[in-house]
């Protein structure tokens, strides 16, 4: 089944304190990307990736890192989390960004909680 | 930049009604246009699509026609029932950069 994965589904953690959140798919997509879904604002990029070692921000990637070194897999890292992270996190990912009307896939989504 | 500005909600009908909501777009170019439908504890998902002026994206008894003279993409259901309760992004995507624009979603509530 085509499908794109995260793990942790739930994390409540503490200020400061590092985690990772993994993304993983199985349809051979170059593009993936991470977001932000908060109540009110929608849903904000935080970082993309076109290929493999392919990484760029954006709209909100402050206090986050991502690494693409396999194409199935985009990991998000919070180095040292603030309350302000509190969120519900997508992944998302396609064949490519932008041109002719390609669809997204997301994840279930990561509802994380920074105390 | 470009932009999507969809209704807000939430948007409360009861079963069996006509819903409408509303999405604008700006942007440059020949956008390709999409709705994400958004379903209690998931992730988003495609609904449907339009490429190009004109064209009619359709899916489960929803439309949206790409409208160029009135940047417009308004999705439309004739008859909506309790399960199409969730979360509407109305997007595009433009072949000038890599970026996906998503509007700020709408929430539906459909009451029995």
């Known amino acids: 089944e085509a499908q794109v994965t995260q793990n942790p589904r739930y994390l409540i953690t503490v200020t400061g304190k590092k985690l990772t959140v993994t993304c993983s798919q199985n349809m051979n997509h170059e593009y993936m990307s991470w977001y932000r879904q908060d109540p009110g604002l929608g849903l904000r990029q935080i970082y993309y990736s076109m290929n493999v070692e392919v990484t760029d921000k954006g709209d909100v990637p402050e206090g986050y890192k991502v690494s693409r070194k396999e194409k199935r897999n985009f990991p998000l890292i919070l180095e040292s989390p603030s309350p302000n992270q509190t969120s519900l996190y997508f992944c998302?990912?396609?064949?490519?960004?932008?041109?002719?009307?390609?669809?997204?896939?997301f994840g279930p989504g990561t509802r994380l909680t920074v105390l | 930049g470009d932009s999507v500005t969809q209704m807000e909600g939430p948007v409360t009908l009861s079963e069996e009604a006509f819903l409408t909501i509303n999405c604008t777009y700006t942007?440059?170019?020949?956008?390709?246009l999409f709705w994400y439908v958004q379903y209690p504890g998931e992730g988003l998902q495609l609904l449907l699509k339009?490429?190009?002026?004109?064209d009619k994206g359709s899916n489960k008894g929803f439309e949206a026609t790409y409208r160029k003279e009135t940047t417009s993409f308004h999705l439309e259901k004739g008859s909506v029932q309790v399960s199409d309760s969730a979360v509407y992004f109305c997007a595009l995507t433009s072949n000038r950069d890599d970026k996906i624009i998503f509007g700020k979603g709408t929430r539906l509530h459909i009451l029995p």
């Open positions: 942007a440059t170019g020949y956008p390709s």
């Open positions: 998302a990912s396609s064949w490519t960004a932008g041109t002719s009307g390609i669809e997204q896939f």
């Open positions: 339009a490429t190009k002026a004109d």
